[in-house]
């Protein structure tokens, strides 16, 4: 059973770049999760969707963050333009139905210069 | 003050040592809970997941949830070097909670 996939691992990229984190949740799970994770601040929730619809945003930083779920079985988190203070490690997370516990992927490490 | 508090660490204990790993919560509408382990450059994987209060055990593993002191635990007996690692607790209110609310995490050392 594949877990959830991210890709890519790593990327590192200047300041003002656009970014795109992509993941794959696992097959049959309704609702996907992106978070960010830095020393400073844990794991925060940036947006989820349920049935690829997106149900709360209120995590997302600022307006040059934005995530899309085109289909049950693919999500992008895109960062545009990036900034220093946006590298962090970006894990997706999947859920197979309410009141399930998630499962995560292992991340894409984020290095903005 | 934070929704759910979880000592930092490090905690360093010798092989073989029983671990106890702690929580504490402020929210009372939190009715799930769980654990997660996490490996340097991986993402967190669940170990134990429970609803209600009392003792949920998995092998070496014992997920401990006592509702009314809002305090949950996990145990780790035979603690081995293999468990070093950062524990998260997670915890969500019941239908309709979506979002997981985290600790921030407890690193643990195993030394051989």
């Known amino acids: 059973d594949a877990g959830v996939i991210q890709s890519p691992r790593h990327e590192v990229t200047e300041m003002g770049q656009e970014v795109t984190l992509r993941c794959k949740p696992i097959?049959?799970?309704?609702?996907l999760f992106w978070y960010r994770q830095t020393m400073m601040r844990g794991l925060e929730l940036l947006i989820y969707?349920?049935?690829?619809?997106?149900?709360?945003d209120s995590g997302m930083p600022e307006d040059r963050f934005s995530a899309k779920m085109p289909n049950a079985s693919f999500s992008t988190l895109k960062i545009q333009p990036s900034e220093p203070r946006d590298s962090a490690v970006y894990f997706c997370?999947?859920?197979?139905?309410?009141?399930?516990?998630?499962?995560f992927g292992d991340g894409t490490r984020l290095s903005i210069l | 003050q934070k929704e759910v508090e979880q000592d930092p660490g490090p905690l360093s204990v010798p092989e073989g040592a029983i671990v106890s790993l702690n929580c504490t919560y402020s929210?009372?509408?939190?009715?799930?809970f769980m654990w997660y382990r996490q490996y340097s450059r991986k993402g967190p994987e669940l170990l134990m997941y429970?609803?209600?209060?009392g003792n949920k055990e998995d092998g070496r593993f014992t997920a401990q949830v006592d509702k009314s002191s809002k305090y949950i635990s996990l145990f780790i007996r035979d603690s081995q070097p293999s468990d070093s690692a950062t524990y998260l607790c997670?915890?969500?209110?019941?239908?309709?909670?979506?979002?997981?609310?985290f600790g921030g995490g407890t690193r643990l050392m195993v030394k051989p």
């Open positions: 997370a999947s859920r197979p139905q309410d009141n399930q516990p998630q499962h």
């Open positions: 097959s049959g799970h309704n609702s």
């Open positions: 969707f349920n049935n690829n619809v997106p149900i709360d």
């Open positions: 929210n009372s509408a939190f009715q799930y």
């Open positions: 429970t609803y209600s209060s």
């Open positions: 997670a915890m969500t209110p019941p239908r309709g909670g979506n979002m997981l609310t």
